[in-house]
């Protein structure tokens, strides 16, 4: 329908980035949505370090998943293949979404790169390795910005959620592995972080809206399958569920006194905890239809 507002939300095949894109279909927005993995059953990861070897871990999620799930609410979705790993289907996922829909109201940045030994050890760190993270998770985001923000500013409003990480500021309790995390993995997290805040100083004025959302501690599908959750939690990080950051990015797209956040790292478990009764009792009742 003509006006109807549009979230893109990356990475949505399964985890945080499927429970987004489905509490965004829940709130009314036509919703599209990028992954790799294109059919159920094709989904596979590597494993967290090289020490573990290179045989892809299979998960399951997939987009045409998703789609069929946000369809099931009632509102559009829109399956685009993006490999975050590859610059030129990075803008071309942006792209296809505004020659098909003609805007998009929220970006909400998800995907990350789930790369080969982004979790090794300082002294087992392939170069190349650590470049693609940096690619996946910094520079190609950047390309994705650059591509979907031209639309937003002729619109003269629009809101990007990033999904940060907090290993991009807090120093590993273990080594990875052990309750930690990589060098890695966290450094090109901590480029990604510093996206928000600039097109805050840069936008800002012109409305656009730009939030750092931290989701806390979720164990996935991928995480599942790739094992090392358990010691996460051992070392005193508490799992949250994803339904938890994916209500989160809603509120900061939705509410009129989100901007009291922007500049901040938002902890999507804080966040939900704090919501006023009434909110919390409409997003209980969303999770309940799922």
Known sequence: MPGTRVALVTGASRGIGRETALAFARAGFDVAVTARTVREGQGAVPPRSRRDGDEPIAVPGSLETTTAEIEAL??????????????????????????????????????????????????????????AMIDGNYLHQVALMQTVLPAMLERGSGVVIDLVSGSAAIDPPAPPGEGGWGLSYAASK?????????????????????????????????????????????????????????????????????????????????????????????????????
């Open 74 to 131: 009632g509102v559009r979705a829109l399956p685009v293949p993006m490999d975050l790993l590859d610059v030129e289907s990075v803008r071309g996922a942006g792209r296809r979404v505004l020659d098909a829909w003609g805007r998009i109201d929220v970006l909400v940045a998800n995907a990350y790169a789930q790369t080969a030994g982004n979790m090794d050890r300082l002294l087992d760190i392939d170069l190349a390795d650590a470049a």
């Open 190 to 290: 901590a480029a990604f972080a510093r996206i928000a805040g600039m097109i805050n100083a840069e936008y800002r004025a012109r409305g656009i809206r730009a939030f750092n959302l931290s989701p806390g501690f979720v164990v996935t599908e991928s995480g599942r399958a790739r094992g090392g959750t358990r010691a996460v939690q051992d070392a005193g990080f508490d799992a949250v569920p994803a339904t938890v950051p994916a209500d989160a990015a809603v509120w900061l797209a939705t509410a009129p006194d989100a901007d009291r956040l922007l500049g901040k790292v938002v902890w999507a478990p804080t966040l939900i905890e704090k919501m006023p009764a009434s909110e919390a009792e409409r997003r209980n009742e969303r999770t309940d239809v799922t």
